[in-house]
């Protein structure tokens, strides 16, 4: 029993214990009092490995992460002339394979656009302009003449072969 000032007070004769007088209170009110105890455990239980298993699960996925970077930065580093001193003459000779096969393609990619002079450029033959208008009103003194100079690059050496260093990094 709670007093008025809420303190409890146990008013039971020596023939009735304090779990008779809850058991009889749970009989009374038709529930059970240490099965909602029990359910909010097992909740709290199921919930607390749920996320163990999710937070393994992320963990896992980022250490995979992080091997595929250190794996791609190795390569970067090998492309550059870096690390290298780990790798057997096949490595070496399928790197060399690599990076040829890729010069090849850009330079594939390249050409075309660098020999054909229009590349780029807007046709605007039917587009109403009139140059000789522009060109008569003296504006023709500002005009500056390009000149592409094909297959020439001053990184690039085309014939002897070798690839150089274009100071290319990891940011």
């Known amino acids: 029993m709670f007093s008025t000032t809420g303190k409890f007070h146990e008013y039971i004769s020596p023939s ?3 779990k008779k007088i809850y058991d009889d209170y749970q009989k009374a009110l038709g529930i059970d009092l240490w099965k909602t105890h029990y359910e909010v455990f097992s909740l709290s239980l ?8 999710s937070f393994s699960r992320m963990q896992e996925h ?10 791609l930065r190795r390569e970067i580093r ?5 690390d ?7 490595e070496l000779h399928s790197l060399e394979q690599e990076m040829a096969e890729s010069l090849t393609n850009i330079r594939d ?17 039917d587009g109403g302009y009139d140059y000789g208008v522009v060109l008569g009103n003296g504006v023709s003194s500002n005009i500056y003449a390009y000149r592409s100079q094909h297959n020439h690059h001053p990184h690039l ?3 002897g072969g070798g690839f150089g260093s274009h100071e290319l990094r990891l940011a």
């Open 78 to 82: 090998q492309r550059m002339g870096e």
């Open 109 to 125: 990619r390249k050409e075309p656009k660098c020999e054909d002079p229009h590349f780029g450029l807007v046709d605007n033959d």
């Open 16 to 18: 009735v214990s304090t």
């Open 84 to 90: 290298l001193h780990g790798l057997r003459i096949h």
């Open 62 to 71: 980022l250490r995979k992460l992080k091997e595929i970077n250190n794996r």
């Open 46 to 53: 199921s919930l607390s490995l749920s996320l163990s298993l």
């Open 157 to 159: 050496d085309h014939h």
